[in-house]
């Protein structure tokens, strides 16, 4: 996957011309960021021969599934409420959600929901999400009940993740401050 040329991007301008340099530099930020973090999955995540040609359709759906924005918001949450991440590196404010509990698909759908009537949906995305990565070998699955599957976050994604943080924060330091304007 190849970076998006800055010759794609275009600017509005409205505000001053400060503002507009500072908000095409976001605009490349975040394609730059999702760029990397394809990237990342393709070369740490889906390294994977197939026996055959049915399994290689089948991840393919899988690999779909994770290189959408709503798996990798699951993805963050899962591994933020994993045992690989140490309290000490929650920001200021910020909790677990599960405090101790074992995360459930349905629990985290619910987490996830903005109002009662998107449980279904996030549920059922919550479900796809944690076949892919199950698949993939970044969650364990684990049944609970019958009707419940418990979710655990893996040493591979910490990894996956701590790369990810790092690629962000090599991208970031090309963004300059927003100029004062954009605060106000």
């Not at 190849?2 to 409205?14: A, I």
């Not at 960021?33 to 889906?46: A, C, G, H, V």
């Not at 200021?92 to 279904?120: N, R």
């Not at 479900?127 to 070998?137: F, L, N």
Request: overall charge neutral; some cysteine.
């Amino acid at each position: 996957m190849t970076d998006v040329p800055v010759s794609r991007v275009h600017v509005v301008p409205t505000v001053g011309d400060s503002m507009v340099t500072w908000a095409g530099d976001y605009v490349m930020l975040l394609a730059a960021l999702d760029s990397r973090r394809i990237q990342l999955l393709q070369s740490m995540i889906f390294q994977r021969l197939f026996d055959t040609n049915s399994e290689r359709v089948e991840c393919a759906g899988y690999r779909k599934t994770l290189e959408s924005l709503s798996a990798h918001y699951i993805c963050v949450i899962v591994w933020k409420e994993s045992d690989y991440f140490p309290r000490t590196a929650m920001p200021a404010g910020m909790e677990k959600i599960f405090k101790g509990q074992s995360i459930t698909q349905h629990g985290l759908g619910v987490a996830i929901s903005d109002s009662p009537k998107q449980v279904g949906a996030q549920n059922t995305l919550v479900r796809t999400v944690s076949i892919a990565a199950h698949h993939y070998g970044l969650f364990e699955r684990s049944p609970v009940t019958v009707t419940r599957t418990s979710i655990r976050g893996t040493e591979l994604l910490h990894n996956y993740m701590i790369e990810f943080a790092r690629c962000c924060h090599e991208v970031s330091g090309r963004l300059s401050a927003p100029p004062n304007q954009a605060c106000e």
